[in-house]
Nanobody, 124 residues
Framework: QVQLVESGGASVQAGGSLRVSCAAS????????MGWFRQAPGKEREFVAA????????LYADSVKGRLTISRDDVKNTVYLQMNSLKPEDTAVYYC?????????????????WGQGTQVTVSS
């Protein structure tokens, strides 16, 4: 089993920055890829970014490229999402996900474990 706990969500103004974190515990040695997804009210969960073990490979949704950066610390078993130049359309609950396979994926069903989410609200 793997437990994922997100933190760092907050309310910020447009143009601001925020970093959210996701701490993993349990069978962390089995985690290869990790990802961030988000879900706004009334919308489906969408892919934001993913990162391989060791951080050598990353993948981003087109809507966040150049503004959001995913990183991970495998010693601390933590993955981060640095969010800059935030826009109101970034408002959502942000979820961390873990995968026991190495390939980076954008479909939620490809991930094995999920956190409970952290709310990010961007006001104009």
């Amino acid at each position: 089993q793997v437990q994922l706990v997100e933190s760092g969500g907050a309310s910020v103004q447009a143009g601001g920055s925020l970093r959210v974190s996701c701490a993993a515990s349990g069978r962390t040695f089995s985690i290869l890829a990790m990802g961030w997804f988000r879900q706004a009210p009334g919308k489906e969960r969408e892919f934001v970014a993913a990162i391989s073990r060791g951080g050598r490979s990353t993948l981003y949704a087109d809507s966040v490229k150049g503004r959001l950066t995913i990183s991970r610390d495998d010693v601390k078993n933590t993955v981060y999402l640095q969010m800059n130049s935030l826009k109101p359309e970034d408002t959502a609950v942000y979820y961390c996900a873990a995968r026991f396979r190495s390939a980076l994926r954008v479909v939620p069903d490809e991930y094995d474990y999920w956190g409970q989410g952290t709310q990010v609200t961007v006001s104009s």
